[in-house]
């Protein structure tokens, strides 16, 4: 069964029975969850199954998981993880060291979400901060060079993937510069492509093979001025595609935040033409996700050959002993640190 080119959110903690009937119809590529989504263990691994039976496959399963502000499972089921500014911390201070907590730190946020049967995880960030840049990535990100920025995001990708879970990195070309939140309104950058080449285009280039990638609804008015990056078959193609050079499968960011204008319908249609290959819609509303779905076709071509690579990406969690590693994080990275 061929999947259609979007990525869903869904309401509660348990599939309704229109949510099920939507899920056999329209067919979507996965499934976003958020902490409306999240209770327990054995809810949300029921939760997961309930989609892949209602979605006819094993289908993939997305969640926010990077720790700090951002994080869907937490404590007491889940344990507590470090935001990314602390990974940042460590490394300034030894490179090495601050390496090896974020690829551990990756691959013990895996363990935690495919054993839940989660296989995708919207991590790591590629953001470099600004000083004139909205709080909304802040202590996200994991320094305020390029170099720390995508070192630090490659180990975190290896720890996911070492783990069975496949990353995503964001937000492609850059928030970091963005002076309001984009869940709320629309960011406009501008700033020259010279310093946006070496700066915020350049953190994402040593990351262009990872299998998924998201957008950013940013303008970037040197090179286009009129869309935000997800709607922009400029930024798509000269940009994300051409100068940081991204081969994997390109998903917007979620089409329902603030930062866009006009319908569902309009925003998915704009979306995929531009050069997404996916369209994520989050809220769980679920006449959006039908006007979501009426505009997503069948995937197919390049986007279909890209989707199937990202997913053949996935590869069976590498063996290693979880009780002593949560240990050794802790003592690395500090008391906010997984400790469950």
Aim: net charge negative; with cysteine.
């Amino acid at each position: 069964m061929t999947a259609r080119a979007f990525i869903t959110g869904v309401a509660g903690l348990r599939l309704t029975d229109a949510e099920r009937q939507f899920f056999r119809a329209a067919r979507p590529f996965g499934l976003i969850l958020f902490k409306r989504n999240i209770d327990n263990p054995a809810q949300v691994a029921a939760l997961v199954d309930e989609f892949r039976d209602a979605a006819g496959r094993e289908a993939a399963v997305l969640v926010d998981q990077e720790g700090g502000r951002v994080q869907r499972l937490g404590p007491p089921h889940w344990p507590a993880y470090p935001a990314g500014a602390r990974y940042g911390a460590l490394y300034a201070r030894d490179h090495a060291a601050g390496l090896a907590a974020a690829r551990l730190g990756g691959r013990l946020i895996a363990a935690d979400l495919a054993a839940l049967g989660i296989t995708v995880d919207c991590l790591p960030i590629a953001d470099v901060p600004a000083p004139e840049g909205d709080p909304v990535i802040g202590d996200r990100a994991y320094g305020d060079t390029a170099e720390a920025v995508s070192e630090i995001a490659g180990a975190i990708a290896e720890g996911l993937m070492a783990g069975g879970v496949l990353p995503v990195v964001k937000h492609l070309p850059g928030h970091g510069r963005a002076a309001c939140d984009s869940h709320k309104s629309l960011p406009v950058v501008a700033c020259d492509r010279a310093t946006l080449e070496s700066s915020d285009f350049e953190a994402f280039r040593p990351l262009a093979g990872l299998p998924f990638g998201m957008t950013a609804h940013v303008v970037f008015t040197a090179i286009d001025p009129m869309r935000p990056a997800t709607l922009s078959p400029v930024v798509i193609e000269t940009v994300i595609r051409g100068a940081i050079g991204f081969t994997g499968a390109l998903m917007s960011d979620d089409l329902s935040m603030g930062a866009l204008s006009g319908s569902l319908a309009e925003r998915t249609r704009a979306a995929l033409s531009a050069g997404c290959d996916l369209a994520l819609h989050c809220n769980g509303n679920l006449s959006e996700m039908e006007e979501v779905a009426a505009e997503s076709p069948v995937l197919s071509g390049a986007a279909d050959t890209r989707c199937a690579a990202a997913l053949a990406a996935r590869r069976t969690p590498d063996a290693e002993a979880l009780a002593g590693a949560r240990a050794a994080f802790s003592r690395m990275i500090g008391p906010t640190a997984a400790a469950g």
